[in-house]
């Protein structure tokens, strides 16, 4: 199963009911970090899933409300004992950015290894953390920013008749299942063909554009900025390069996603829950994202 929990919901500010935008991915104990704004840290010990077992930081983008919470984030790693590398991903300048912050965490008990996307040629740029498959799309915001999609993957189901008409040793099945080869057997030989998996996928600060539905395209879970409910504040979001619930909703019926759930509320907006019936005609299934809104995603079939 996949665990993924909104850690904050605010844009720009925090407010003493929501922390900043952040979003925090469980699969297999390993964990992922989508944006780590003032405060995160504070939220996500709340959530009590730990911190130890954080092995990648994303970055949207260096807006302070996305990243100011890091050099105090990277410290709490560290004191909780942390010796295994971390990842940190994001726009190009990410790790001048990241050290720069870390004139005020120095000293830590694990090495940073950093992954800088340009989009020079691409438009969309995938890589591998973990067990997590992560794709990258270039957005539009005043400064370079970064849409993500995480997936986890699901092998074909094994075959067990082909295993034992092969004659393959029972002691190779679980690596197999796996997808490792043993010895001189491959997956391929005992897996029937790949099966649906995972797919969460988180757009913040831009305004949309024609990439973002095929990017998250049959999502399981799409969370988007909705920076106001209200369609009269559509050309204030404009000017300022995002999104509000109708932007929203649009690009997940586009997006054939399964649901959609709305964050990085401007502070000004008090009762997002309120507004989500003004969308349902667009996009019915979309919820108010909260702070610590946890869902659990499981893969379908046996």
Known sequence: MLEISLLGTGGMIPLHNRYLTAMLVRYNGTMLLVDCGEG??????????????????????????????????????????????LTIAGPKGIETVVNNLRVIA??????????????????????????????????????PCIGYSITIPRSG???RER?????????????????????????DMVLGPPRKGLKVSYITDTRPIDTIPQFIENSDLFICEGMYGDDAMKQKADRFYHMIFSDAAKLAKAG??????????SQ?????????E????????????????????HFEGA
């Open 163 to 187: 295993a034992e008409k092969l004659n393959i040793p029972v002691r190779y099945w679980s690596k197999l299942q796996k997808g490792e080869t043993a010895e001189k057997y491959t997956p």
């Open 106 to 143: 120095p000293e830590l008990m694990y090495p940073i290894e950093f992954k800088e996307l340009s989009f020079k040629g691409h438009k969309v740029i995938d890589f591998v953390i973990s067990d997590f498959h992560i794709s990258s799309l270039p957005l539009c915001h005043g400064i």
């Open 268 to 276: 000004a907006f008090e009762n997002p829950e309120d507004w989500t």
């Open 256 to 265: 054939n996603v399964k649901e959609l759930w709305f964050t990085h509320y």
């Open 157 to 159: 189901k094994f075959d």
């Open 40 to 85: 995160t840290q504070i939220t996500m010990r709340r959530l009590g899933w730990g911190f130890v077992n954080l092995d990648c930081i994303l970055f949207t983008h260096f807006h302070a409300d996305h990243i100011s919470g890091l050099p105090g984030m990277l410290l709490s790693l560290s004191n909780y004992g942390r010796t295994a590398p």
């Open 278 to 297: 003004s969308v349902s005609g667009i996009f019915e299934n979309a919820k108010a994202g909260t702070d610590r809104m946890i869902k659990i995603l």
